[in-house]
Nanobody
Framework: QVQLVESGGGLVQPGGSLRLSCAAS??????????MSWYRQAPGNQRELVAR???????NYADSVKGRFVISRDNAKNTLYLQMNSLKPEDTAVYYC??????????WGQGTQVTVSS
């Protein structure tokens, strides 16, 4: 069983920055093998992929966040990060951490609210 706990959300003005964290309760051996991702869901919208990082540190981003967001992981700390810069009102959403090992069942955190508003 894997538990994911997000933190770091909040209210920020347009152009500002936030850093999200996702702490995973999983063995260090297991987390090394997992692909970890950030998703977000705005009211009335479907949940969408924001960024993903594989066990080999390969990354990919949604076009809407390329050049502004950076995903990273610290396996020794069992933690996933999302550095969000140049935030826009359209980045407002609940952000979810996701972890998956191969094709096994994915795990989700409870989400953290990010609001970008002046």
């Amino acid at each position: 069983q894997v538990q994911l706990v997000e933190s770091g959300g909040g209210l920020v003005q347009p152009g500002g920055s936030l850093r999200l964290s996702c702490a995973a309760s999983v063995s260090m051996f297991t987390i090394y093998t997992m692909t970890m991702s950030w998703y977000r869901q705005a009211p009335g919208n479907q949940r969408e992929l924001v960024a993903r990082i594989t066990s080999t540190q390969a990354t990919n981003y949604a076009d809407s966040v390329k050049g502004r967001f950076v995903i990273s992981r610290d396996n020794a700390k069992n933690t996933l990060y999302l550095q969000m810069n140049s935030l826009k009102p359209e980045d407002t959403a609940v952000y979810y951490c996701n972890a998956q090992q191969g094709l096994l069942k994915p795990y989700w955190g409870q989400g953290t609210q990010v609001t970008v508003s002046s």
